[in-house]
């Protein structure tokens, strides 16, 4: 400002609370100087003295010659003295300045001419002014308030002056009550508060805010239905989105904890999930949010979170602990059973999960339960886990560990329901940059893409793989029909080797799939899996190649001539290296797979039709052990050992069969003669005969 002698000692500003923008009010001080011109008159006598001069003429000369003669006279003389005298004083006024944080100013006008005062704006309309005076080193504070209109407000706090401490320190809150520091003593000292009342033009509808008109949630209810999912705030005037966020906080034991946040910058307009309607805002809310049956809950709005239409400018928000509210008591529920659920662990919080030792992956469920119970929020005694967890992806660089969480049924009416707990914990986590799990240290590593997904019950797993369990039937049943059929044309034939065969192509398919598959995704199953899976491969063909190469050998031709059956050494090598292999094939994979329900969260098909499979083989293969053990018994080619030396090198069988020549049997019958032919085991090692004629 041009205007010399101003000075402005004090300024205060602040959110303009009435109006849209910001207010300061400024003190003006100006020093005024006038001169004032003072004349004074005095007479007094004065001599003049004159000269007369006289001129004396000649013919060569002329002089001029003065002859002084005096003429007493008095003259009265007036005097004008001007004496100037400076007079000082000293003006003090305020100015309430209007503005928006553009710098465009709206309003600028002068408020008080008063000294010694201080003035503040109240949060509900009005001014306060302060006056303060020392007395015997205490304070004495007097105060007045005004309205928007500089009008004096006849609300008078009627304990003035008031007794404040040597600094005489105070303050205006923004729920518009006045602080005033006490005298303080040398133990102790206190403050003095007075709530102040609204001068404001606007209705004060009970929220910190004059420009809030009403919401929904209403303030101080205590019947908000259980899951609601909208909230409506109106205003005085028409609003846009701006740049803020609104919270919503559920009070538990006495801590805030959060449940949804919301930011006007990157709502959803377009599926109106933030919606404005001229003066109000419409906002969608998860179902989780208020899901709590008698839940404590309130909701803060910051400043600039919506802004005046007209002006471009932010506008005031709500203060926590206002706007609050209580949720209706639970319907009665239906009986709902245990439920049995997991979640993903980030990429991050894998590899934070894989460093932890025994008993930090131990505090890491622990505290991963108690985060949950209270974002859900849930009985602590209902949420547990076995400490289990399987990895998700195992082909992948980008492995991710699944854990389980069991929920137990509700107990009461008052408690939620299980699938309403999945439901909304798979909201919480799917959503978890709006709410408390993202703020959790242990529930912020879960995976917002995967959410809580429950493991299907037999009855959904059965749905699931309907097609897959009617094709294992059809199978099942068509071996069976093949063996029943083959039995029926001939008893005594080793029929079983059909069932044999079609479960050992089962089971080799789904052991395969089921290594390189799942159980990899538990630890430590991996290696042993392939071990035993091709071991009893390796040794069944060594045994096979063992055999045929024994079988081509001149030894075996000789002693094969002459006996003409199958070896009963070949047949006992076949026998003992089938009953091997049940204890390096069958039986391991079958306690792996044990393993693998043990620690697995969700049993998949493969790894069912797998365990299937292997139960199936392994009580084929010792069945058939018993049935070959008595078969060998019952044998018509079981004879004792006879006592000749029969028995040769390569360990002849007492299963063989006296030599009969056919041939000689039919002309004997016939009447011809014929001579009768040597056995050719007689012959030793010469199995060749000799013609005989006819």
Known sequence: MNTPNITFPQLICSVDYVSIGHSCIVSVRQIVQETSNFTYYNISTTTVTATRTTTIVSSSTTAVVGVPTQFPTQIPTPINISMPINNTTMKTFYIRIRFLSSGSVMTLNPMFNLSNTIIRTMPLGGYATIFRSSIDQNINFVFLLYDENNRLSDRVYPRQPILANLYGAFDITGNNTLLVAQNETTTSWSLLLINLPPLSPLKDSGYGNLHVVTTYPQRNITDLILSTNVINITFQDQISLSDGNLTIYQIINQTNILRQRINSRTCDVTNKKCFISNDTVRLEVFDSTFNDPNGQYFIQMDNNFIKSFVYNEPMLGIEQNIWAFQTAKNSPNKRSSDLLGKVLLTISGTTYFKELNDSGRNEFFST???????????????????????????????????????????????????VNVRNDLNTLVKQKQYTGIGTGTVTNLLDENYGFQQVASPGEFFEIHQIKFILLFVGIVLCLALFLGARYKSRESQNFVILQLGITIFRIVTTTIFVFTDARTVQNLFIPGVIFLMLPIAFNLTIAFSILFSEHSKEFAEWFAHHGRAATMSLTIIFWGACADIFLGDIPQLIIQIIYIYYTIEYDITALFTIIASGLSTLSNVLSKLFFIKFDKLSPYHKEEDQSDNSDDLGKSNLEEPYIDRSVEQRENSGEPVEKRENPEELGSNSESTNVEG
């Open 368 to 418: 991963l339960l108690r985060e949950l119970t209270v974002r859900i929020p849930i009985e602590p005694e209902r949420l547990s886990t076995n400490g289990r967890y399987q990895i998700d992806n195992p082909w992948s660089d980008s492995e991710q560990i699944r854990i389980p969480i069991f929920i137990k049924e509700a107990r009461n009416n008052n408690e939620k329901l299980t």
